[in-house]
């Protein structure tokens, strides 16, 4: 049985209690990695490593909060709307459906005020 290399990433995050709940906690609101630190009772290193995978997968997306006074930090918010395993030929699959990003929708207005 084989399975590609971006799939077994998805397992193993998957399979970790952090990356799990840093997905369940952003699933309707961004939020930033204090907060994750504080709802998933986690050192911050470890959701800047679990946030970096997640992002690094597609599952998870970083944008940019900017505060009245000019300041600026990230948050994250879930990609991830379905996710679909199905076993084919010997050969695990994964099938990751994306929830739209806020680029996107941008984007889309951007073109749409362009018509």
């Known amino acids: 049985m084989s399975e590609d290399p971006q799939s077994s990433e998805i397992y193993a995050l998957l399979d970790d209690e952090y990356a799990r709940a840093i997905l369940t906690a952003t699933n309707t ?6 907060e994750l630190s504080d709802e998933c009772n ?3 290193p470890t959701i800047y490593r679990r946030t970096e995978r997640l992002i690094e ?11 009245d006074g ?6 994250y918010k879930a990609r991830l ?6 076993l084919e030929n010997d050969t695990l699959k994964i ?12 984007r889309f207005t951007e073109l749409w005020g362009e018509i």
């Open 29 to 34: 609101t961004a939020k930033s990695a204090k």
């Open 42 to 44: 986690a050192s911050l």
């Open 57 to 67: 997968c597609g599952l998870l997306e970083e944008q940019t909060q900017i505060e």
């Open 70 to 75: 000019g300041h600026h930090y990230s948050v």
């Open 81 to 86: 709307k379905r996710l679909t395993i199905e």
């Open 95 to 106: 099938e990751v459906e994306e929830q739209p990003t806020e680029k996107m929708a941008d």
